[in-house]
């Protein structure tokens, strides 16, 4: 399926990308109740704050724009974010072998997969289409096809080079972030896969405020064993309970080497405390499985390939098959469980 398909021009004018929420003169402090809430600017911790006056007379209440957002959304089934606390953990990689897997499982499923990594958006090149660019019709965006039932819209598609740098503050990216949501004609889709940067800022907010309405099915986590890793991710877990976003599970990147030619695996990330799965059991959510460092995935994601096509004996594509596997039976059995923490009780998502 062409990407220009009926298409009338390319969108590549960044200097139009709203600014959605106010230029702040300094970070918000600690106790800060945040600029777009009703009582931003009025509260006792606000004085003295370089924002207050700002604050205090941005726009408040309801965005106008999420009930095109809901729109947009409500043909597609379920919306899965891929989250990480830590840089470096494979997540994006994850993401483009997550999408390619259920993409490749059954040619009748819809994919879009969406790239929020404002700063360092590189699903493109993983996919193989960094040198296509955006086009607009009278529906909206069209993503970018990189197979008939597999599409993807990323920043990357609208930069002049693609060396070219993104220098923007939280309110730029976060406009960017909604015309994703509004404007992208994504069509009837199974799955939206949201590829997110590391950590839990402007993006997350964003992204997780403007979902919420429309429904997010629920969040996967990417962690490697050892425990400077896992400790970001444990506040990503906490950032997923504040925030309500189901815990779909923890996936274990890069958990242990099977060497291709001896097949003996080594622990390359030793997991000190036990890695990802002793997180998942102490956290009480699911452990979705470990996909072990294979040297053909990164080949494959420089050269645009799938390495499931390529390499379909490798170790790691068979335990993402696995993973796929399992995410699908948690999200098509149309609920998502976790375990409270304080009782032990199952909670259930809807």
């Known amino acids: 399926m062409s990407a220009t398909l009926g298409l009338t021009r390319p969108y590549t004018d960044l200097s139009s990308i709203p600014m959605q929420a106010p230029e702040l003169a300094a970070p918000e402090p600690e106790n800060c109740p ?9 509260m006792d911790a606000c004085a003295g704050c370089p924002n207050q006056q700002i604050c205090a007379t941005a ?13 947009r959304l409500a043909p597609i089934r ?34 879009g997969l969406m790239d929020i990594d404002i700063c360092g958006p590189s699903l493109p090149k993983m996919l193989g289409v960094e040198d296509e660019k955006i086009h607009t019709s ?12 597999l599409a993807v819209m990323s920043i990357q598609f609208m930069l002049p080079g693609k060396d070219d740098a993104i220098i923007w503050r939280g309110p730029k990216k976060n406009g960017l972030i909604k015309q994703f949501l509004r404007d992208v004609d994504w069509g009837e889709l199974d799955y939206l896969i ?15 405020t403007l979902l919420r309405a429309s429904g997010i099915t629920g969040a996967i986590l990417v962690t490697t064993p050892q425990d400077v890793s896992l400790l970001d991710v444990s506040k990503e877990l906490d950032f997923c309970r504040k925030a309500k976003i189901p815990v779909i599970g923890i996936v274990e990147n890069m958990a242990g080497f099977v060497c291709p030619n001896c097949e003996k695996e080594s622990e390359i990330f030793a997991p000190t405390s036990g890695g ?13 499985g470990g996909v072990p ?27 993402l098959e696995e993973i796929v596997e399992r995410v699908r039976e948690i999200v098509e059995g149309g609920i998502v469980r976790e375990k409270d923490g304080r009782t032990g009780a199952w909670v259930t998502w809807s």
């Open 78 to 111: 379920h919306k899965l974010l891929i989250l990480s606390g830590k840089g470096g953990v494979g997540k994006s990689t994850f993401t483009t072998l997550l999408a390619q897997s259920f993409s490749l499982s059954s040619a009748e499923s819809q994919i």
């Open 276 to 288: 990802a799965r002793a997180l998942a059991e102490k956290a009480r959510v699911n452990f979705l």
């Open 194 to 208: 949201v590829d997110t940067p590391p950590g839990t800022s402007d993006e997350h907010l964003s992204v997780s």
């Open 293 to 319: 460092l294979d040297p053909r995935i990164g080949v494959a994601c420089d050269y645009g390939e799938s390495v499931f096509e390529a390499y379909p004996e490798s170790p790691a594509v068979k335990a």
């Open 34 to 42: 945040g600029p777009e809430s009703d009582q931003a600017g009025k």
């Open 59 to 71: 726009p408040k209440g309801p965005d106008p724009d999420l009930p095109a957002i809901i729109a």
């Open 138 to 149: 009278s529906a909206g965006w069209s993503p970018v096809y990189v197979r008939d039932n």
